[in-house]
Nanobody, 115 residues
Framework: QIHLGESGGGLVQPGGSLRLSCAAS????????MGWYRQAPGKQRELVAL???????NYADSAKGRFTISRDNAKNTVYLQMNSLKLEDTAVYYC?????????WGQGTQVTVSS
């Protein structure tokens, strides 16, 4: 079983930066992809960025050029560096990892971009 612990959310002004972290514990040997999703009020959850075990990445168009996903396999941790934040980036951000054919979600961390 895998457990995910997210941190790093908060309130930031437009143009600011935040770094989210998601640490996995438990049966981490089976983790493949690690990624970030977000859900804004009244909207569906959407992919932000994904990183495979071999380092391949996939970004949502809205994240390209502003967000960077990275992972430390030794720490079983995935990060999301978010720069040039916009009002529309406000959402709950969820970490998700794939373990075999199963997906595990974190509890979410709130990111609010407001002036």
């Amino acid at each position: 079983q895998i457990h995910l612990g997210e941190s790093g959310g908060g309130l930031v002004q437009p143009g600011g930066s935040l770094r989210l972290s998601c640490a996995a514990s438990g049966s981490t040997f089976s983790i493949n992809d690690m990624g970030w999703y977000r859900q804004a009020p009244g909207k569906q959850r959407e992919l932000v960025a994904l990183m495979s075990s071999d380092g391949g990445t996939n970004y949502a168009d809205s994240a390209k050029g502003r967000f960077t996903i990275s992972r430390d396999n030794a720490k079983n941790t995935v990060y999301l560096q978010m720069n040039s934040l916009k009002l529309e980036d406000t959402a709950v951000y969820y970490c998700r990892v794939r373990s075999g054919i199963a997906y595990v979600w974190g509890q979410g961390t709130q990111v609010t971009v407001s002036s």
